[in-house]
Nanobody
Framework: QVQLAESGGGLVQAGGSLSLSCAASGRDFSSYSMAWFRQAPGKEREFVAVVRWIADRTEYSDSVKGRFTISRDNAKNTVYLQMNSLKPEDTAVYYC?????????????????WGQGTQVTVSS
């Protein structure tokens, strides 16, 4: 069992940067694949990025590849999302998710633990 708490959201102008954090409580954080998803108003929740529990392998959605970077610090039980060159279409609530020894799929069904979300708003 793990509990997740996101932080770092806010309002930024297009072209700017934000860094999100997700702090996890519980045991065996290093055994979880950790992902970020986002949900814009009126849209489905979509995959953003994942860092897998094996070898810290990462994967990104095409829409954020080259602009966002996911990383983790197992000593701090924290996963990060560095977001650069932000666009208005990145505006959404961003959620952290965890899957114990998960494959780190882009499908949200794999993730059994979710944070409450943090709002990111990018103005044009």
């Amino acid at each position: 069992q793990v509990q997740l708490a996101e932080s770092g959201g806010g309002l930024v102008q297009a072209g700017g940067s934000l860094s999100l954090s997700c702090a996890a409580s519980g045991r065996d954080f290093s055994s979880y694949s950790m992902a970020w998803f986002r949900q814009a108003p009126g849209k489905e929740r979509e995959f953003v990025a994942v860092v897998r529990w094996i070898a810290d392998r990462t994967e990104y959605s095409d829409s954020v590849k080259g602009r966002f970077t996911i990383s983790r610090d197992n000593a701090k039980n924290t996963v990060y999302l560095q977001m650069n060159s932000l666009k208005p279409e990145d505006t959404a609530v961003y959620y952290c998710a965890a899957a114990f020894r998960g494959r780190g799929n882009t499908n949200r069904a794999e993730y059994h633990f979710w944070g409450q979300g943090t709002q990111v708003t990018v103005s044009s």
